[in-house]
């Protein structure tokens, strides 16, 4: 009863699918092993091949999204006081990153042991970031758990980036000045909302301005790490614009939902007749 009185909704979902999501971070480790070997075999990410291209998209969008998902239960766990209970808000954001998880790290596999696979046949590409969950004002759980999450997509994709950057060919390629343009960016976010978090402001105007600058760092980076996994992206997808907020406060919270940041209406992305063959398998 008093969870209820609280707002709270039992955790059962998150925490079993939060479970499952976690063999996310070990195809994470495979897809860097597969990234290394590409760059010793001298292969930029613009000549892989479809099914190891889609490795490494399909892994990097189970990763971001396992992230996000672990980011904002873990952080409502101590003002929830149970592990059992989570915020309904949180709870149902959550969800929304993390029903995702199975299917990604199940196109990753595919592609790490089917040649022929690429994920541009199942689904458009690149895909968006699930809806966000909107209640007004946004709780300050929240914006942490996107200043956790945003960090620690950003570490990966600089990784991915300095891998890149040691192939000459990568480094030169016209468009991997615009990939770094879109990291900086990233960081110029989560570098603006932390400042204005700093001491723990709590008025409208800040709460709201980091809100927003995180969202709009989450939302680039989950394209970033397509990007970077299949370069070509690049030239057929806009950059994300930033998510909508709500306009205004409402006297009894409730949570809706945003549209997706990118509209559906782009080509999805194949990859016949476009892709270089190394030759390597």
Same mark, same amino acid.
């Given at each position: 009863?008093?969870?209820? $009185? ?5 955790? #059962? ?20 092993? $597969?990234? !290394? ?11 892989? &091949?479809?099914? !190891?291209?889609?490795?490494?998209? @399909? ?22 006081? &149970? ?10 954001? *959550?969800?929304?990153?993390?029903? !995702? ?49 945003? @960090?620690?997509?950003? !570490? ?7 891998? $890149?950057?040691?192939?000459?060919? *990568?480094?030169?390629?016209? #468009? &991997? ?6 990291? @900086? ?60 907020? @709500? ?17 559906? #209406? ?16």
């Amino acid at each position: 009863m008093g969870a209820k $009185l609280r707002g709270e909704v039992p955790a #059962d979902e998150v925490l079993a699918l939060l479970s499952v999501g976690g063999s996310a971070y070990q195809d994470y480790l495979s897809a860097d092993q $597969l990234r !290394e070997e590409l760059a010793a075999a001298g292969i930029d990410p613009w000549f892989a &091949s479809p099914a !190891e291209s889609s490795q490494l998209l @399909a892994t990097w969008n189970a990763y971001a999204l396992q992230s996000l998902g672990q980011a904002f239960v873990e952080a409502e766990r101590p003002a929830a006081g &149970s592990g059992g209970f989570l915020p309904r808000v949180t709870a149902e954001q *959550a969800l929304r990153f993390l029903r !995702e998880v199975p299917g990604w790290s199940a196109r990753a596999r595919r592609a790490a042991t089917d040649p022929g696979f690429d994920v541009a046949g199942e689904v458009a590409l690149p895909a968006p970031l699930p809806q966000w969950v909107v209640v007004e004002p946004c709780p300050r759980s929240h914006l942490q758990a996107m200043r956790t999450a945003g @960090a620690t997509m950003l !570490e990966r994709l600089e990784a991915a980036l300095a891998d $890149l950057d040691r192939l000459p060919s *990568a480094k030169q390629h016209p #468009d &991997s000045a615009r990939l770094h343009g879109y990291a @900086a960016d990233v960081r110029n976010q989560l570098d603006y909302a932390g400042a204005m978090l700093v001491g723990g402001s709590s008025g409208t105007a800040v709460h709201e301005g980091a809100e927003l600058a995180l969202r709009e760092a989450i939302t680039t980076a989950f394209y970033l790490g397509q990007v970077v996994a299949r370069p070509r992206l690049a030239k057929v997808a806009p950059a994300p614009p930033p998510p909508s907020v @709500a306009a205004a406060p409402r006297p009894t919270p409730a949570p809706r939902y945003l549209p997706p940041p990118w509209s559906q #209406d782009h080509n999805g992305y194949g990859h016949h007749g476009v892709y270089g063959h190394h030759g390597h398998h």
